[in-house]
């Protein structure tokens, strides 16, 4: 395994950097606060017009034919300024679902959505815990093509979306469909860190099916696997610029005539968010390099998301414990890192899950 980043990862990163950095300020972060969706709609159009969206996507669909570790490169740096951009929903998930296994009208999505005309979400709430036979929507076969009945929860940007990508159950087995949410009834829900989710209710809901019946079991676990590991990123990047943060916060804040960072109690849970920290980078590295490498990458990525929980906890609290009364305060910029970094944590399955998931795989026979 090669740690060393990748050319395309490092001027990905810059490039990423330079956009957030210019747009998301601490006074944008709380307009989007006080904002309804959370979707910050002039950065998203910023990193179309750069090339960041389509860089880490096949030629096939118009983009620059990198892969996993360009995408998480990007994640990781929109995670480092809670940018609220669905990148991993619609890049890094769908449009790369739609490119390996579209037809060409549905790959046509994919390079619609790199170039920052539409966006795209996916609907996995439900399947974190994903078995075969059941995800929790059921498809039925008519006349005119597939129809979709069940309800998603949680589903990201889907009142933004032009197309959801949606699992279901068809005669006992997995396949996913392209769903139009202008078709299903979308409700918004209020989540940790006020991202944009929503509730979408779908009644024979007309949809498309996306590959084959036979391939759609592959597809869900492609989509899962970079969902989670795209999860991770962002984590990482948040974490990173949390504990930057609150580290800050400990060398200039004085209290008993000292710095707070000075304390020995301070120090050491700083030093334990540092480790946190490094152990999730290390995690999220190799899963991104397993997946780049189309080896077997699933322990890998569970080993990610759980790191990603665990990290996220712990150096969460860190950041708000030790900004003290300012860190739960909504005009200071370490609430956006605190919920942010909840948010990462639970999504898609908190530590249970993905320990549970783990030993599972450790149990199958080699």
């Known amino acids: 395994m090669d740690f060393a980043s990748t050319e395309a990862q490092l001027d990905l990163t810059r490039l990423t950097a330079e956009v957030c950095g210019k747009l998301v300020t601490a006074d944008r972060l709380r307009e989007l ?12 159009h910023a990193l179309a017009e750069t090339g960041v969206l389509a860089a880490a ?6 983009g620059g034919d990198f892969g996993v570790l360009e995408q998480t490169a990007v994640l990781r740096e929109l995670g480092r300024h809670v940018a609220a951009v669905p990148y991993l929903w619609s890049i890094a998930v769908a449009a790369d679902a ?3 296994y579209g037809t ?3 790959q046509d999505w994919a390079a619609r959505a790199g170039s920052g005309e539409v966006v795209l979400s996916v609907a996995l709430a439900e399947e974190h ?5 059941h995800p929790s929507a059921t498809a039925a076969k008519t006349a005119d093509g597939w129809q979709l009945t069940g309800v998603k929860t949680a589903v990201p940007y889907a009142a933004q979306a032009a197309r959801i990508l949606v699992p279901a159950t068809l005669s006992g087995v997995a396949a996913v469909f392209l769903v139009d949410p202008a078709a299903a009834r979308v409700t918004a829900q209020q989540v940790t860190d006020r991202s ?3 509730l979408v209710e779908l009644s024979d809901t007309p ?13 869900l676990d492609r989509i899962l696997l970079r969902a989670w590991l795209g999860l991770s990123a962002q984590q990482l990047g948040t974490l990173e610029r949390g504990l930057e943060l609150v580290a800050e916060y400990a060398r200039e804040r004085e209290q008993f005539g000292r710095k707070v960072g000075s304390f020995q109690a301070v120090a050491q849970r700083l030093a334990d968010g540092y480790i946190d920290v490094q152990g999730l980078r290390l995690a999220v590295t190799q899963a991104a390099w397993q997946l780049s490498e189309d080896l077997p990458a699933a322990a890998a990525v569970h080993t990610a998301k759980f790191w990603a929980a665990e990290a996220g906890h712990r150096v969460a609290h860190t950041v708000v414990h030790v900004h003290g009364g300012v860190g739960i305060d909504r005009d200071h910029i370490a609430h956006n890192y ?21 030993g599972a795989l450790l149990a199958k026979p080699a």
């Open 338 to 358: 605190f919920t942010a970094a909840k948010h990462h944590e639970f999504a898609l399955g908190p530590t249970p899950d993905h320990l549970r998931a783990l």
């Open 104 to 106: 060409a009208a549905q």
């Open 33 to 44: 606060d006080a904002a309804e969706p959370r979707f910050d709609e002039t950065l998203w």
């Open 98 to 100: 739609l490119a390996a």
């Open 129 to 133: 815990n994903w078995e075969p036979t």
């Open 207 to 219: 949809a498309e099916l996306v590959g084959t019946v036979e391939s759609g079991g592959a597809i």
């Open 196 to 198: 944009a989710e929503y």
């Open 57 to 62: 996507l096949p030629e096939t669909v118009g």
